[in-house]
């Protein structure tokens, strides 16, 4: 009886041992139709930054549920990168930041300013619910936990940034 014990200990500490390393329980989402999409960062560089799904896919992630506080949406476990992680690996730290405004292919845009920025994560989500983003989303969706879904921008293809 004892060696199945430590033969279950095993397996669980390996099991454990193997999610720490693949992203620490967020989902692993097949980005494969839209991984070379790009995402315009205007702002914070001299020149226009392009980032790709596949470049947020490799930030570090989370998995994250949450409900809007509309009734459009409902509840959701968004996958992908917080706001400032992409920020950070451009050198720019979401304090800087005074004003966004996130762009969808399909014309709808919305800006937020500082204030809500540092009291709101953001997350770039390149998946939802454990699946790949739908042709209405792709090839990311911003969600803003616990936030009305008219902030939740689909189709997002241009970020652009005023910085302090």
């Known amino acids: 009886m004892l ?31 839209y991984a070379d999409d790009e995402i315009v960062l205007a702002g914070i560089a001299e020149k226009d930054v392009v980032i790709t799904i596949k470049d947020l896919k490799a930030m570090d992630c989370v998995t994250v549920k949450t409900e809007s ?22 050198g720019v730290a979401l304090e800087d930041v005074s004003k966004i405004t996130f762009h969808g292919r399909d014309k709808y ?17 390149f998946g939802i619910d454990g699946e790949p983003l739908d042709e209405e989303s792709a ?4 969600i803003i ?20």
Request: charged fraction near 25%; charge should be negative.
């Open 109 to 125: 845009d919305y800006s937020l300013k500082n204030d809500y920025i540092m009291e709101h994560d953001i997350i770039l989500a």
């Open 3 to 33: 060696w199945k014990i430590k033969k279950a200990w095993a397996a669980f500490a390996l099991a454990a041992a193997v999610l720490c390393l693949c992203g620490c329980g967020t989902d692993d989402i097949d980005i494969s139709g």
């Open 145 to 164: 936990p616990k936030s009305d879904s008219a902030y939740w921008i689909r189709l997002l293809d241009r970020i652009e940034f005023e910085l302090n």
């Open 69 to 90: 506080t509309s009734d459009k949406i409902g509840k959701v476990r968004a996958t992908g990168p917080k706001l400032e992680t992409v920020l950070a690996q451009q």
């Open 139 to 142: 090839p990311c969706r911003i």
